[in-house]
Each structure stands twice: as C-alpha cells, then as structure tokens.
C-alpha cells in the first residue's frame, strides 16, 4: 500500500533508460572515474617527463650492496636511489631515475583501456550466451549453459597466465590480453543474465508480443533486452573492475609485456608495482614509487563500485527507501531515535495536548481501539507523502468494523501505524491511538495504553497476545522452514510459559479445529498448504492467544470465493465465541456489507463516510459510496448497464484542491472545489458523512437521501437502486 | 447501444469464429529433486469445448485451477492442447503461430502492469501489432491515436508519448486492449481483465468490452472468477471445475436457476449485498488436486446430492432447457446431449453423431 517503490520485482517506475538516481554515491562514482576518464584520455601528454625517459642529473644517486666495497674482497657495488617527491618530479622517481608521476599517468590509458576492452567483449559474450540460453531454453539453454559453467569452474587467473604464456609476445599486444581477459570473466554475467532473462520471457508483455505475430529476435533484442540494461550496466562496471584486477595481475606477474623489451609492452598500474616489488620499494621504504599505482587501483574500484550502488538502488527501489535518513528526520523533528519493529513518531505528537477522553454513551459498547486525528506520512519534509490524513475510528468491543477503500486510499497504512507495524519511510505525524486493554485470557495489562508513547517492550507484550494482525498473503506471514506446529508451540512457548509440550501441541490442534483444519496438519510445511489452508492456519494462530483486536487486511482477497466464504464463516463464529473485535480491511465493499457491523469508506487518505453497515448499503450519504456500491454488479434483477465511477483514483503526491473526490463525483458543486469537507455527524451521532451536500443549503441529490433502513436490513426486492444512467 | 448482456439465442446454425473442440491438456510437474524426480500429470483441462460467436462475449467462469486461463491460452495458441483441436471460422486453425491467425486473434492479459513493456512508450507497444501486420503503412501514428480514441484514451497524441507507469491502472489495461485491436482482430480472448484494477475502475473496462461487440462485432472470451460480473457483461456463461465444463446457458438463465451443484456453490458463495441473512453455503470443501482428480464426476467428494453413479461415471452434458447444459447426473432424465445447441459439450458416444 505504500506508494514507494514499483510494482515488485525488478522495478523500473523511472524509466528513462538508466536514470540514476542522484544519490551521494552516485555523483561520487561519477567524479571519479570522470578524473580516471580524463587522465586516461590527456594524462600522457599531460605527463611531464617520457615515462621510460631516465633523469641522469639523478643517477648519481645510488647505496653500497652490502658486503661489497672498501674491506671486502669484492669491489664496491652500487644500488642506484630513487628520488623521494621534489619539485622537479612531485611523485619522485624510480630506481631507473624515470620520473613515477608521468608513469602512473602513463598507465592509466593502457589499464583503463585493457579494463574497458575486455569488459565490452565479455559483455557481449554474456549477452550473446546468457540471452539466448534464457529466452530460447530446453537443449540449446543446457548447452550454452554447460559451456559458462565450464568456464566458471576453470579458474581465471591461472587460465589467464597459462594464455598469456602461450601466446607468443601476447603481453606486448594489449587488444590480444583484453580478449584473453575477456574469455576467462564473461561466465559469470551470463549466468545473471540467463536467469533475468529466464524471467523475463514469461512475462505477459514479452507473450502480448509473441501473441501480436512479434518475430523471435525482435522479441529479444527490443522487448526484452531494453529490460535488461541495468542489470547488463551491472555487470559491466563490475566486469570492468575485474579486467583491470586481472590486468594488473598478469602485468605484476610480467606477463604483459615490459615497455622496455622488444616489442614493448604499455606502462600500466601492474608493470609499476612489478618493478617497485623487483627493485625492493616496499622493503626500503620507497613508497612514493609503488604507492600511487596501488591508490589508483582502488581509487577506481571504488568509483566503479559506487557507481554499481546507484544501479542496485535503481533495480531494486526498496533499497533506496528503506528507511529514514537521520539528518531529514532531525530537521522534520522527529526523534533520530526509530527502532526497527516501530514505526517512527514526530515527537510533536507526544508533546501535543491530549484531547480529553471522551465519555462512552451506556447503548454503545466499549471501545477498545480509540484512533484520533491520525495523520501518516511517507518520507519527511517537502518530500512527504500524506498517506493518512486525520482520521478518526473506534473499534467496540465484539465489533467487526470494515474499513473499505480503492488501493492507495490509505485504509492499510491507516490500520498498521494504529499498531505501528509500518516500517520508516513511514511516519505517524500526528493524532493519538489508544487501546482500552482488558485481556480476554493470559495476564495482559489493563487499562488504556497510549500506543504512539509506547516503548517497544510495552508493545511486544500488546503484540499478538492483545492484538493480532492477519496479511494478505499467508505465505510471506508463516515461517517456510519450519512446520505449522512447531509455529504454534514458539508462540504458546513464549506467551503461555507455563503449558507443558504436550498441552501446546493438543492447544494447537484445537486451534486449527476451529478453523476448520485437521490437527494433522501440524506437521505441515507452509508451502505443503493450499492458499486457503495457510490462511485459516494464520487465523488460527491469530486467536490462539485470544486477542481482543484482530486487524485482518485483505485476508481473503487472494482466494476463491468459496474458501473465502468459509473462512469468513468461521471467522464470525470465532469472533462470537471469543468476543475480538476485529478491523477488517478490504476493497470489496460488497463482501463487507455482509461481514461488517459498521463500515468506514476511506478515499485519497481520509475518512469520508462511516455509518452502520446495512444504512450504508441502502442510504449512502457520500456520492463516493453511492458509486462504490454501483461497481459491482448484482446477482439479481434483470441486467441493466452501469457506470461505476468515471475516472481514476487520484495521485497522492497531486491531490485535488478542496474535496479530493470531486473530479470523479457528479454532483460537485463550486463549493467542493475550493473547500475540504469535514467529517461530521448526520442524521444523528451514529453516522458520520464528509460532503458538502449534506451541509447548509444544497440540494441533496435523491441517490443520497434514501431513507434510513429500518433496524433490520430490507428485504431486496423493496431496495431502488438508481444507478446514473 | 447499452452494455447490457441480452439474453443469448443459441447460434447454433451459424459458424462459430472461434471454437475450441474436445481440448485436452496435461502438464507435467516434477515431484522430488534432482535428474531421478518423478514426473506427475497434472490434468489442467479434459475435453473441453467452447466457441466464440461474433458479437457474443462468452465467459468462462470458474475457481482458479479450474483451468480457464490454460484453455484461454490453447485459444490464443501460446501453448498447444494434447488433443482436441482450434477451429477458426469452421477450418482447423493452422499449426504453430502463424501471424494469419495473430491476425484474427488477440489477447488481453489479466495483470496490466506485466503485460507492457515498461522500456516503451505508449506508442510502441500499439504501432508494433500495426508494423507487423502492415496495417496502415505509412500513417502509423494516426491509426495508434485512432486505437487510443477507440478505448477512450484521450487527448490520444499526449497518451501515444507516455510511459506506462505513467499510466493507471485502468488506462494500462485500456492500451492492452488497444494494443490487441490494433490487427483488426474478429477475437479477443481477455483473461481476468479486470480483476487487478481498481474496483471504482473495473465498471469501466467491462463497458468497453461490451461496446467493443456490440460496436465491432468481436467475439470475445472473458475468462473470469467473479460470476457477477460474467453475468453483467457475458452472453453466455461456461462454468469450468477441475479442468473440465460443469454447465453452460445464456448468463441470467445460469445465474438465475443454476443446474449444477458446483455453480449453486459458486453463487451462494459470492458476495451479495442484497442478500437478507448470511447465506448458507451449499457445498464445502477445495477443488481436487489435478494431480490425481476424483473418479466419476469430480465434483463428488463436495457434492451435497453425490449419487453412486456420480462416483463412478463422468457425466455427460444433459440438456436442462433451451440452450442449457449441465453435465451432471441430477439431469439425467433429461435427453443426453450429443452436441448441444450452443456446441458447448462433447457427444455423450460418439463425436459426430448430431441430435438436431
């Protein structure tokens, strides 16, 4: 329900081929491999001296080999010195008296090139092999496959020193040491881009081709492969990182060609760390010869791999949202301090005054979940996303309060911040939650707990003991590893101490029995269930430790009807035995005018309409409500054309001025354009209404002004539903 | 016109555009790991058979599992049956997927954020079908805002330029329509078109499709879970259980006096407002596992009126009235159907043989 991040998966709700997003990271990455672009492209002209030229004004530099010279038999020899970092040469110089700046320039070229060259043709190689094994599988996918799989186990580097070896004067050619590079990495991103492609080529976009008459290599090459360019991105710049690992190794092995043999090899990072290592730079100190081409090397790999942050955030978006950054949150004031399992409070809530608590009228039952002006945002500052927007519910006890909505009208974050299950980016920025505890079984606290001030500790004794929460989907919710019962007894263990092993296990097949599961299937895996089956076990474990608020969201919306009745059979019948109250969260409004005692009708993030549920179905106030109800098309009567609602549910981060609804609504007036309507009682205290038609002088439209059923529901047949025609 | 569903008079006489006979299709899933795993038959569809008249939506009603969207894709020709056979305006459908048959056949997938290429613009993904087919050579763009206007996407130069995430829900499934009328199609085949949008939005797609046959003349499948809304937009219902046809008959008749048990079942199942107490249902239970499918009629095991025959005997199609079927035992006073009027059931002996 949050409206970050893109429909699951690889998400590409920026597409505009690798628009990156503008992270730190990411410009970091760019600046430094922009300096690395531009010393490969000027740095040997740029360069001061010839890299190879030798300073005789330094030569005369040298130390005594030890053991030779004056009172030795041998006559004296000399080690020449290398110069430490002067004005003339601000890297010094080697043993060679050749200046190291100019040869760290030098190399860049050569390095940056071999790394680019053999990146570019390993990519394709991957692309070539891990595309079409994908898209094509069955025997040519198990051929291409075997064939990276052969050259992943073959281990690189000595593969790479063997082919260098062999081939004659191969280090001198740095095309020829590309290649052979090239050959020894590609396996690894084809078999990535193999099992991409594998998914893709099941998607419906990709079989919306093949069903228009699309020719298979157009298929690849325009459907799928622009689908895959990040990844390919990916793999490249990591590719690339490897090539010049790889090239730096074989140079330092001299394997690639020394500038000074015939034909000369290219001055590269590898060739200047092999001549410091040859001459003794490490051990005598020298750093100024051997350290800069090692700083170079990492100082890439580092721009090269922040660069691959910035794609992993562009291909996987949740990365980038994952939480709240500390610095926005302090400056929106909201304590730094957010722990993981609660979701963040503005500090302004705690300090803001406490409306005092209202008095509950002797007809109405008990509430036991207060919410009050709950605002919730997405993010912080100017960036923020109002999800929820002052929104006022009270759960009773023994109720079952639907809580109805299109997606993105905010009725699930409504409903798990109230909790404060949300993970950041979410914040609750204002209002009050409170739970009037009084523990059905096991020795909960009682009395009323502010939810918004209370510690993580205060909740996890609240959590599941008190109040329950069931998802949509039950295979995320259960554990895959573990079976059924060894579920139901890590719950009963720690909530219920004192029952024995055998008590937990004969409590848990209870529990399944009651909703309508055979006790043997404790001993099941979650994925041995049926979508139906995990469902009920969730419910099950949900009551096992009789809550006194269940919060079901879109429990059912994944089943077939069929399941989907029974298990609201057995949900009610709980519900009556037991006494929950339960907050029951769908977009099926008609479902839940069965279910529901009393229904609220979220839109664009606010309460709009909340009344009993049989007067909402048979007199909706809210034009929305009215067009709600007329989406779904009746099982009886004779069939008639309907119009919905024209229009589509508006963009939270653009909300229409005044009443969010009134694009979409048929009756707008001037007045619902320019003014938000509040949501205030009508037709007495039991139901409330936000629409500016029931206010002051309007003409109420007849659709709206039906008359209250009676206490009972009326029979259908007497029901007019005037749909707009 | 309006969108509403008239009550369907059986085109019997009359070629189908489209019509799927005796098709039969099994997939095999691996039990276990490794090169030794076994291998199971997973019986998705057995011996179903559907036409598609034109000007006639035809929706295939059923839980999922019940193998409506695998004879959905055997219609389109993404994948092939094991037998039976595609019939496209009386003559069997020609091997593979020629682009004569994309021609005449298109499809509209269920989940509209899968099913456009999010790389492309709005204006690909409706000017390939068109470049393709040679449709409007040369004025590509005008024929593309022709589609666009055809699903009422307007301004339809501003939509040809978008990307679909900036497109709803709503207006994605629109392209994927426009997108499969772009060749001119006589067939849609729409699998759950609309049970991933929106439930303020999914009004509005139905009433395209409707004015799509009335306005064009499609034959369209609409394949479907919710039967509230086959009876809104459907001609003819086709109830589907465990891979194979339960009962079939214009939609209101369907709906109104279900024959078959399992359809009883669906209804007392779905949602209704206008319900005046909790409804009571009429079977209970989970469809069988395909991997070894009941004996006899497959709904047995759930059925409330299971006789002994129904354990043993797969029922054949009987009629219940006019252009009704139900392949269930209850009926089986009734006359056996070799070929019911609509075409709908396989012959109870023998497949040429012809009642009427």
Redesign the interface.
Known sequence: MAPVG??GGVA????R?LQLPRSPKVIAGIVILGFFGLVAVIGRWAAPYSPNATDPKNWVQHILVGGTGPGTPYPAQYYPLPFPPSAAHWLGTTVFAQDALSQVLASTQATLFVGLLAASLATVLSILFGVTAGYIGGGTDEGLSLVANVFLAIPGLPLLIVLADYVPNAGSSIFLVGAIIAVTTWAYSARTLRAQTLSLRN???V????????GRLRIIL??VL??L?PIVAASFLFTTLSAIGAYVAIAFLGLAGSPTADPPGLWNWGEMLREGFANNAVRSGWWWWWAPPGIMVALLGTGLALLNFGIDEFINPRLRTGGLSRKAARKAGISAYTRLGLTPVASSVLDAPQPATRAVSATEAEPVLEIRGLCVDYGVGDQAVHAVMDCDLVLRRGQVLGLAG??GSGKTTLALAAVRLLRPPAVISAGQVLFHSKPISGDGPTGTIDLLAASLDDMRELRWSEIAVVLQSALDSLNPVITIGAQFDDLLRVHRPNMSGAERWSRAAELLAMVGMSGDRLRSYSHEL?G?MRQRAMIAMAIALEPQVIILDEPTTAL???????IL?ELIGLRDRIGFATLFIT?????L??LADEIAVMYAGRLMERAAAGAL?HAPRLPYTH??????????G?????????G??PDLKALPHGCAFHP?CRWAMQQCREERPRLLPIDGASREVACWLHRGYAVVPPELARPEPAAK?L??AS?TRVGPS | M????PMATPAATDVAVLEGRDLTKSFWVKQGRGPLAKKARVHAVEAVTVRLDAGKVTAIVG??GAGKTTVARIL?K?IKPDTGQVFLDGQPAPAG???AY??KV??V???P????????RVRHQLV??LE??HIADGHVDEAAEDLLRRVALQPAAQFLNK???EL????RQRV?IA??L??RPRVLLADEPVSML???????VL?LL?DLRDREHLAILYVT?????A??LADTIVVMYAGQLVEAAP??DL??HAAHPYTQ????????????E??K?A??G??PSLLAPPSGCRFHPRCPYAMEICKNQVPPSFAVSRAHVAACWLHADSAPKSASENGLFRPLSDQSAKTQ
């Open positions: 893109g429909p590409f709700h920026r597409t081929i998607r419906d976009f079989e919306a081709a093949r069903v228009s008459g699309e325009v459907e622009p689908n360019v299109e997606s049926s139906g077939d009807v069929v399941t989907q009745r029974e059979e977009h099926d409004l008609s479902l005018v069965e179905f067009g709600l109800l007329n989406c779904f098309p009746p099982l009886h004779a069939p008639r054309r309907m119009e919905g609602i024209t589509s549910p979409r529901k029979v259908h029901v | 309006n969108g509403v569903a839980e999922s389109a993404i997927r020629p682009r994309a021609a298109q499809m997938f269920q989940d954020f899968a099913s456009l290429n999010p790389v492309h390939r079908p393709i087919h990307f679909p995430y709803s829900g709503g207006q994927a997108r499969a772009a060749v929106d439930v303020s939005i999914r009004l509005g009433n409707a879970h919710d039967i509230a809304s009876r809104y939609s209101v709906t109104d079942l669906l209804l007392s199942a779905a949602p209704d407002p206008d319900r005046d909790a409804p249902l079977a209970r989970a469809p």
